[in-house]
């Protein structure tokens, strides 16, 4: 069962736009107080422009979709909450236990309460070495299965990149690029990678997404991939030298698994004094406007 706020309940019956958002950038991706102040600036992105957030997380064993002050707040703050992906939604729900959602669990969440876009800053991806480690994110697999519109600035640059489009193409979950022949490098404006699709208008996305319904077949997601604006993202030369230094760093102390991007992550951040991250944020606050704008367009038929 997923509760959805009245205020998303209310727009989704009127066939108002909404737009969901990730709460894991909110428990695991920010540090507090920024975090919540983040939280609150993105919902506002969304009602500016004239739609409706729809923040996704597990509280007390209950999905939400669409969260009051108080509930982002104990996303923001609450110790130990857990990272939530799909497939760790039933014990949450069985166990009564709260967790901010992943792109895998969100994604599916969302589209479960009957809302077809959703706004995120970097999906997972295939990892680098999966020919020895075979580590894939579930974003992946579950994308493969979820008719929702994912706003996204790429995948993360810690990942392989091109393994990871080869295994979109196969799951046949379609890329286009936002104004672009190149897919996003999360933090960077182009992984140098090449997109097949490009559109240029929000009404393109939602032509999209009503072809696909018109089409039937597998219940696969649109990446709409939205570059971080050229003068916002992190310089390239330096992303490129702390990336390789953070990967030397986790070889040496054995960092593998499911710690692998959290340690990288973190790394980026220490290392570039905070520059990725306020990348990061630029391009989620992008994501955010697109998604909003997409939202609207399918809104209105």
């Not at 064993?61 to 996303?75: H, M, N, S, T, Y």
């Not at 077809?116 to 997972?124: N, Y």
């Not at 597998?218 to 916002?232: F, G, K, Q, R, S």
């Not at 630029?282 to 209105?300: F, Y």
Request: overall charge negative; hydrophobic content about 45%; charged content about 20%.
């Amino acid at each position: 069962m997923i509760k959805r706020s009245d205020e998303v309940a209310t727009a989704l019956s009127e066939g108002r736009p909404v737009v969901a958002l990730e709460s894991t950038i909110i428990s695991h991706g920010l540090p507090q107080p920024r975090n919540l102040k983040v939280a609150a600036e993105l919902e506002e992105i969304v009602r500016a422009a004239g739609a409706v957030p729809a923040t996704i997380a597990v509280l007390d064993g209950v999905a939400r979709a669409g969260l009051d002050k108080g509930e982002l707040e104990r996303i923001a703050t609450e110790p130990g909450l857990r990272k939530l992906g799909f497939r760790d939604l039933a014990p949450a729900a069985a166990l009564g236990v709260s967790g901010a959602t992943t792109v895998s669990a969100t994604s599916f969440l969302a589209a479960r309460a009957g809302i077809r876009v959703f706004a995120t800053g970097g999906l997972g991806g295939v990892h680098r070495g999966w020919t020895s480690v075979q580590d894939e994110s579930a974003d992946l697999d579950t994308l493969s299965r979820t008719r929702i519109t994912v706003v996204c600035a790429g995948v993360k640059s810690i990942l392989d990149v091109p393994a990871t489009l080869q295994r979109l193409e196969t799951r046949q979950v379609a890329v286009v690029g936002y104004r672009t022949d190149e897919f996003p490098g999360f933090y960077l404006t182009t992984s140098g990678e090449p997109v097949d699709w490009r559109i240029e208008t929000p009404a393109e996305a939602a032509g999209i997404m009503r072809a696909q319904d018109g089409l039937g077949g597998p219940e696969t997601a649109l990446i709409v991939a939205n570059p971080v604006p050229e003068a916002e993202q992190l310089d390239p030369a330096l992303h490129d030298r702390v990336l390789a230094e953070a990967l030397r760093a986790a070889d040496a102390e054995g960092v593998t698994g499911q710690a692998i991007t959290p340690f990288l992550l973190e790394y980026l951040v220490r290392a570039t004094s905070g520059a990725s991250l306020e990348a990061n944020l630029a391009a989620v606050r992008g994501n955010v406007a697109l998604a909003t704008e997409i939202a609207q367009s399918w809104a209105q038929g």
